[in-house]
């Protein structure tokens, strides 16, 4: 039949749509690592994913949808960097200590891209602020497990996760800012200590925090 199956070609063109999108994303990404959230320029990013500027257009109406694309992954990287370290045999404060371990290392991997998403966009974009107090939120409902396993935590107010998961955050962005990234890793202690006081008391905390 001329011109082939319609549904074959129909899913040939919807994977090849995908494929450019994904380019772009990561484009958009590797541009905002390298030139900061108001530095990017649209020409970067179609040099680095090799596309046209009508290929560009047709995913994204915006400079911003992109970056938010590009924070979208970022961010599911790390959700999906913690769930795997929660997967980790072991009790519950040994989980907490291997998530946190895996997202700061992430950070400090990519702590370029991640002090243009952490500070920068969060400055500059409104959608990009809701989608990092969403994710700060995605990670303290994981930290809610806690209260399962500790007969102590059930009283603890209900923004006690939230607090301290955007205590964690500011910290971390703090350093970043100041493009400190190599001091990160050297907090762990301090920072699992400080997520497991509320749950396992300070003794039990500090005890786990020093592995």
């Given at each position: ?59 994204f109406e915006s400079k911003e949808q992109g970056l938010i694309a590009a924070q979208d992954a970022f961010l599911e990287r ?23 371990a895996a997202i700061l290392s992430s950070l400090v991997e990519a702590s370029n891209l991640a002090r243009v998403f952490a500070v920068e966009a969060v400055a500059a974009s409104l959608a990009a602020a809701e989608r990092q107090y969403a994710a700060l ?75």
């Amino acid at each position: 039949m001329a011109g082939g199956n319609p549904q074959r070609r129909s899913r040939a063109e919807a994977e090849a749509a995908a494929a450019q999108r994904e380019r772009l994303v990561s484009a958009f990404a590797k541009a905002a690592a390298e030139h900061g959230y108001a530095g990017l320029d649209l020409e970067q990013v179609l040099l680095y994913a090799g596309v046209g500027r009508e290929i560009l257009d047709a995913h994204f109406e915006s400079k911003e949808q992109g970056l938010i694309a590009a924070q979208d992954a970022f961010l599911e990287r790390l959700w999906l960097d913690v769930l795997g370290a929660c997967e980790a045999p072991g009790e519950w404060p040994l989980k907490v200590r291997a998530a946190l371990a895996a997202i700061l290392s992430s950070l400090v991997e990519a702590s370029n891209l991640a002090r243009v998403f952490a500070v920068e966009a969060v400055a500059a974009s409104l959608a990009a602020a809701e989608r990092q107090y969403a994710a700060l939120d995605q990670f303290a409902s994981l930290l809610r497990y806690g209260r399962r396993h500790y007969p102590r935590a059930t009283s603890l107010p209900d923004a006690t996760e939230r607090v301290i998961v955007g205590g964690v955050a500011s910290i971390v962005s703090g350093h970043l800012l100041m493009e400190d990234p190599q001091a990160i890793p050297a907090m762990e202690p301090q920072l699992v200590e400080l997520i497991l006081i509320p749950y396992l008391g300070e003794g039990e905390a500090k005890r786990v925090a020093a592995g």
